[in-house]
């Protein structure tokens, strides 16, 4: 209903329209849409700024939830709501941005630290180990083989989710729907994301995760603090933390159509759109009481869907994902919005026209049509050889 595809030729005078708010509000609309005014700056965000606010957000969301539960001083649904989607929008920034790109090498462009870094990430947010995952991302997603039966992103939404080519949409809708609800699912996903975790990395390592999480369960159970711990912690990590996931993957990137040739830049860049979160705003030429009633639906839907859209699923630079496809290993990604913009308004040198959709289930909407339509030849399960449940899972998050 508030979700629409558009051209890329229209990303921006959709965004221009929007100008006609006060000043004060377009930075942040801008960060929230995904997409800035023509000629706007941004704010000066670094590698480190990133990283200290998903620390920040995730520390500052648990400690909410956690003084709700002990002390009261915020009513029940609003401080657990309030705590959950900080952490949780804490949690996806590490995982989306400060993860992937020290996997990448590029979050300080320095190998030992960015290892580093993505070791203890891996720990923490108890994902795929670091190592094995940098390897994978790099040499099957970002290659040749992207949107192959190579690729963990296809692999994760054919044995992951049980999606098919010629699924209509609304049986692929429902499909997603079961799995997020479903406690099967999320109990293979949790195993999984432990699984792929342990196997591999070392054994000071296992030693050094398996006495902080006992020394931290100890404490809480000595303080009689062990439901605050599940609650806080263990929800947005969990279950919060992988519908957010699943959600995620399935805005990531279009099956490629039949026949297409499968190299060059052409088809590189037609796998991966922008998703911006905003619904066009009133005519201006429209009558006054119908203007109203338009920026009153804007706003409303702007504050309900668009912005948990933002801070719970589509976190950090997600929003431009396929800028990051295009240049990867840019020294730009903190700015993630603006560097995207800068590019189109030099005419995306070298490479073909941007493309976006408007709002997160146009983007899912856009990605179901195109498995829909994908060769059933191609994407068929049973010839995805030698992958099982643990890396299919892992697979969620490439």
């Not at 002390?71 to 989306?96: S, T």
């Not at 991302?137 to 290659?143: E, R």
């Amino acid at each position: 209903m508030h979700d629409v595809a558009q051209p890329c030729l229209g990303e921006t005078a959709l965004r221009e329209r929007l100008g006609v708010l006060p000043r004060p509000l377009q930075l942040p609309l801008t960060y929230l849409i995904g997409k800035p005014l023509v000629g706007q700056r941004g704010l000066p965000l670094t590698p480190s700024a990133h990283l200290i606010t998903g620390v920040g957000s995730t520390v500052v969301g648990v400690a909410i939830t956690a003084t709700t539960m002990l002390f009261g001083l915020v009513a029940w649904p609003v401080g657990l709501l309030v705590g959950w989607a900080m952490a949780l929008h804490g949690l996806r920034n590490l995982r989306m941005m400060v993860f992937h790109q020290s996997a990448h090498r590029n979050m300080w462009r320095r190998r030992r630290p960015d290892r580093t870094l993505g070791r203890i990430l891996a720990a923490v947010l108890v994902v795929q180990n670091f190592d094995a995952y940098a390897a994978e991302h790099v040499t099957d997603h970002h290659a040749a083989h992207h949107m192959t039966l190579r690729d963990p992103t296809v692999q994760a939404i054919l044995l992951g989710l049980g999606l098919r080519p010629g699924m209509s949409r609304r049986a692929m809708w429902g499909t997603l729907l079961g799995k997020l609800v479903s406690p099967v699912f999320h109990a293979r996903f949790l195993t999984a994301r432990v699984r792929s975790y342990w196997i591999g990395v070392s054994r000071a390592e296992r030693i050094t995760l398996t006495a902080a999480y006992a020394a931290v369960i100890t404490l809480a159970a000595l303080t009689g603090t062990l439901p605050v711990l599940l609650v806080a912690w263990v929800v947005p990590l969990t279950v919060l933390f992988q519908i957010s996931n699943t959600l995620r993957l399935c805005v990531k990137h279009t099956f490629p159509a039949p026949g297409t040739t499968t190299t060059g830049r052409e088809y590189f860049a037609g796998l991966t759109n922008a998703i911006f979160l905003s619904s066009p705003p009133p005519a201006a030429d429209e009558p006054g009481p119908r203007r109203l009633a338009g920026w009153i639906r804007w706003w409303a839907t702007t504050l309900t869907v668009h912005f948990p859209s933002r801070y719970l699923v589509l976190t950090g630079d997600t929003v431009c994902h396929d800028f990051h496809h295009r240049y990867p290993m840019t020294k730009e990604w903190p700015d993630y919005v603006f560097a995207r913009q800068r590019d189109l308004e030099r005419g995306h040198p070298g490479w073909p026209p941007y493309t976006a959709a408007w709002g997160l289930r146009a983007a899912i909407d856009r990605v179901f049509d195109s498995l829909r339509a994908a060769d059933p030849a191609v994407f068929r399960p049973e010839r995805v050889d030698g992958v099982n449940r643990r890396q299919v899972f892992a697979a969620f998050d490439d």
